[in-house]
């Protein structure tokens, strides 16, 4: 008989940030099943794992409603990169992760890696709805295929799709790529790092469409390729310190010192 796969323990873990209704859930949901389709507004925290060559990164979704604000910190906690997600036309979705949000990644590694995110590109910007098309086709050629749902912990439905996003219309952008930049920034100094020593904005900020898939391969795998030396680094870390062998610490049991305690 074939023997049972047991599933591997994560090497790195990065962590989606943001307010609610900004796409963080259909950003994972395109980058792991390859579509887009309606999603559910996450509660708690849901959970992906992805094999990256022979590492595995666990991806966690987290809830952007401020009644589960609290538990961002705890997702966050040994993260190795954060993503912090807002959306192009709504300004107040960009401040909010400075407001809210930033201060749950003082739990996350000394030297995590931060992305400033960008969703819904597709609503302002005609180059990011090119691949709409086609993804039409993908969502009926998938709907019967067997798929892995991820952990989620609890879930209530969202509101439905704008009618903007559903007829190709383009709406006004409220934030532009120099801003993301300039909140990259100040995370940086929050963080106490030096810009001339990080990675540059033009590295760590993404304009995303998870409806039609634009730019999330470039997100997601840009950032496994970054948190490669956590990995390496945590896996020559725990060679250094092995674990005890119990059988050996049995073994030496008959000969235990005696304590100098009465």
């Not at 020593?197 to 730019?215: I, Q, R």
């Amino acid at each position: 008989m074939p023997e049972v796969s047991k599933m591997k323990k994560p090497d790195v873990k990065v962590v989606l940030l943001g307010d609610m209704n900004v796409g963080k859930t259909s950003l994972l949901h395109r980058y792991t099943e390859r579509k887009f389709k309606d999603t559910i507004s996450t509660v708690g925290g849901a959970f992906f794992l992805k094999q990256w060559g022979p590492y595995n990164i666990s991806i966690w979704d987290t809830a952007g409603r401020e009644q589960f604000h609290g538990l961002g910190s705890m997702y966050c906690r040994g993260a190795a990169a954060i993503i912090l997600t807002y959306d192009v036309t709504n300004w107040q979705s960009l401040a909010e992760l400075e407001e809210r949000f930033l201060s749950l990644t003082d739990t996350a590694n000394h030297d995590c890696i931060y992305a400033v995110v960008g969703n819904k590109v597709d609503l302002t910007d005609p180059k990011a709805q090119l691949s709409l098309g086609s993804d039409v086709a993908s969502e009926d050629r998938t709907d019967s295929e067997v798929r892995t749902d991820p952990q989620v912990l609890s879930a209530c439905p969202t509101p439905p799709a704008s009618p903007a996003s559903l007829s190709g219309v383009m709406v006004q952008k409220q934030v532009t790529a120099e801003d993301a930049a300039s909140l990259y920034g100040r995370i940086l100094r929050y963080k106490g790092l030096e810009e001339s020593s990080s990675l540059p904005a033009e590295k760590m900020c993404f304009e995303t469409s998870a409806k039609t898939g634009y730019n999330v391969d470039t997100l997601f795998e840009t950032l496994f390729d970054l948190v490669l030396p956590s990995i390496l680094r945590k896996r020559d870390e725990n060679q250094e310190s092995p674990t005890v062998d119990l059988e050996e610490f049995r073994g030496g049991n008959n000969k235990r010192a005696k304590s100098s305690c009465c």
